[in-house]
């Protein structure tokens, strides 16, 4: 598999808007999705997943969900099941995001239990980590990622899974516009893929990047062979940007 590129749209689109942008664009994003030796994915708001699912079917898109309940069903007001996300669709779903973290509270403990659901429904968890601006400056990067990822990975290989996904997003790069440099990135990827493989079982790593891609600076990324994919925020709500940007 080649790289893979996620559009996270996250709360900027409305279901008028997912409407609109999905039937003004069909072709252009069946035929990006269909380009040779990748995967392209959209992550709508949970309301726009049955759109998506309806206007490109058959199309070589893959659903994403933003966000998952750690419970799988019952009295949680305003959550959505695993088992939903599956049902309409999805084969990868996003864990741990920053702004989960940040303006939710989410803990490592809350990702886990989000990573269950998922891993029980056969979708494959984007782990989404990464260190604020004053972590990195206090030297503690490598702290932070082992922190975030050391027990989520044990939990997936209890389960067996063979793939592992997992999004490296600088807090303090995301929509600020600021990319880390090339050699801050392949530490970023070292580390990952330090912690991953010292569990000593084999496992297939995809390291994604997210945090101010543009298709100005997306080739610093491509350079660095440790990354396998991109997730896209700002710059996939533009079509033309999102085609200059797999293209």
């Known amino acids: 598999m080649g790289p893979l590129y996620i559009a996270n749209w996250k709360m900027n689109l409305h279901y008028a808007d997912i409407e609109k942008f999905v039937s003004l664009y069909n ?5 990006l999705a269909a380009r040779p030796n990748i995967l392209f994915g959209i992550a709508p708001t949970p309301i726009g997943l049955p759109i998506l699912a309806h206007e490109l079917q058959g199309s070589h898109i893959q659903l994403v969900g933003q966000n998952c309940s750690q419970y799988i069903q019952g009295a949680y007001t305003g959550e959505i099941s695993a088992q939903s996300l ?3 669709g999805c084969r990868f779903c996003l864990v741990g995001h920053s702004e989960r973290r940040q303006l939710y509270g989410e803990k490592n403990e ?5 990573i269950q659901r998922l891993l029980e429904q056969k979708i494959n968890p984007i782990i989404c980590i990464g260190e604020t ?6 030297g ?4 932070v990622l082992n922190d975030q990822l050391h027990t989520i990975i044990k939990i997936i290989l209890k389960n067996n899974s063979q793939q592992l996904y997992i999004a490296y997003e600088p807090q303090w790069c995301i929509g600020s516009g600021q990319l ?3 050699a801050e ?3 970023a990827a070292m580390i990952i893929r330090k912690i991953v493989f010292n569990q000593d079982i084999y496992v297939g790593l995809k390291i994604l990047y997210g945090g101010s891609i543009k298709p100005e600076n997306i080739q610093i990324v491509r350079k660095i062979k440790l990354y396998n994919g991109f997730l896209l925020g700002n710059s996939s709500l533009d079509m033309q940007t999102l085609e200059k940007i797999v293209i």
């Open 27 to 31: 072709q252009r994003l069946r035929l």
């Open 86 to 88: 599956k049902e309409v």
């Open 110 to 114: 809350v990702v886990i239990e989000k």
């Open 133 to 138: 601006l004053q972590e990195r400056k206090d």
């Open 140 to 143: 503690i990067l490598e702290a």
């Open 180 to 182: 880390p440099t090339s």
């Open 185 to 187: 990135l392949e530490h």
